[in-house]
């Protein structure tokens, strides 16, 4: 079993920068998928950047060159750094974990995660 405990978010404006922690508790070992995912108000969920027990870690196409996720050396925590945040960025983030290593053609699938954290909101004001 798998514990998610997400940390920061908050509201910004627009051209600033905000970050996320997610620490996980359990059994996470070499082979994890661990990011994040965002959701909008009417909108999917969708996958904004996720990283690998095997060292891959794969970006939404609409956060690339802004984000930046990094992960400590004991693997079990994530942090995102979120730069230039846009309106559109605005969203509930979750963090997301599965104990199989990310797939380039399902990571951003939510129904490969197993364990979700209970999301923190991020707001960004134009």
């Known amino acids: 079993q798998v514990q998610l405990v997400e940390s920061g978010g908050g509201s910004v404006q627009a051209g600033g920068s905000l970050s996320l922690s997610c620490a996980a508790s359990?059994?996470?070992?070499?082979?994890?998928?661990m990011g994040w995912f965002r959701q909008a108000p009417g909108k999917e969920r969708e996958g904004v950047v996720v990283t690998s027990g095997d060292g891959s870690t794969y970006y939404a196409d609409s956060v690339k060159g802004r984000f930046s996720l990094s992960q400590d050396n004991g693997k079990k925590t994530v942090h995102l750094l979120m730069n230039t945040l846009q309106p559109e960025d605005t969203a509930m983030y979750y963090c997301?974990?599965?104990?199989?290593?990310?797939?380039?053609?399902?990571?951003?699938?939510?129904?490969?995660?197993?364990?979700w954290g209970q999301g923190t909101q991020v707001t960004v004001s134009p």
């Open positions: 997301a974990a599965d104990l199989d290593n990310c797939y380039s053609d399902t990571w951003d699938d939510r129904r490969w995660y197993v364990f």
């Open positions: 359990g059994s996470i070992y070499s082979t994890f998928c």
